[in-house]
C-alpha cells in the first residue's frame, strides 16, 4: 500500500501553490495563490478621422463590390442595362471614396483606400460565395440585391456618421454623400420592384415580409437590413444574411491598416 508522510504531502502542496527550480513560468498554466496579470485592452478613441475612415472603408467594400459584379459577367439579357447601373454606382462611389480620404488628410489622418475588412469578412465574401455557387439559378438578381443591401448600409452608416461627428463642415460633408447613397438605393430598389409599386413600402401577400421599396419610410431607418441570395438549400429555403452598420470592433482606427 502507498503511503505519504505529512512531509511528502506537504512537500507535494507547495509545489503546487509556488515557484519550482527549473521550471519556467507560464501564464497559460494555473497554479493556486498566483493571480497572472491581466492583459488590459489597447486605449482608442472615436475620433472624426476614425468616423471618416470608416466612411471610407464601406465605399470600398461598395467598390469592390461591384468590380466583382462586374467581373462575372452575369449582366447579360434582361439584366444588361444593370451592368450599365453598376458601372456608374462604382464610379459614383470612387469620387466619395476620393473626397472623404481628402477630408481625412485635411484633418492630418491617414487615407483609407481598402474596403472594410470586418464588413468583408462576415457580410461580402459570404454573399458572393452564395451568388456565385455554381447552383445558383440567378446570380445576376442576387448581385442586385446585395448591392441594394450595400447602398442601405452606406447610407445608413452615413446617418448614423452624422450625428457623432464633432465638425459642423464634416457633417454637412458626410449628409451630402450620404444622400447619394439614398439615391443609389432608390434606382436599385426599382430595379428589383419597378413601378409604382415599388416606391412606398408594401408587405407581400404571400410572405408577408417587406417588398424591396424606392422610398421604405418617412426617415432612414437604422435597423438590420436583410439579404436572401444564393441557391436553395434541401429544406427549400436560401441563405439570409443580416448586414448591420459598423459597430466598434469594425471601426478603421488608426492601427487598421490596409494590407
Known sequence: MLRLGGASAAGILLAAC?????????NNIRAVGVVPEAEGLSNVEVTDIVLLRTAASLEYNAIDTYDAALGLGVFTGAFAAAGDIAQRLRDDHRGHAAAINGLISQLGGEPFTCGN???????IAPALALITDADNENPALDVVVLAHALENLAAQTYQSVVTLLTDKALRQAAMGIGQDEARHAAVLAQA???GLAGVLASIDATTNKPNVAAVPGAFGPLT??????????????RNTLMLETPSLNSLAYPDVTCA
Open 117 to 123: 475588412p470586418r464588413l468583408n469578412e462576415i457580410y
Open 192 to 194: 428589383l420592384n419597378p
Open 18 to 26: 509556488g515557484k519550482q527550480a527549473g521550471v519556467e513560468e507560464n
Open 224 to 237: 438590420p437590413i436583410s439579404v436572401t441570395v444564393g441557391p436553395l438549400n434541401a429544406d427549400g429555403t
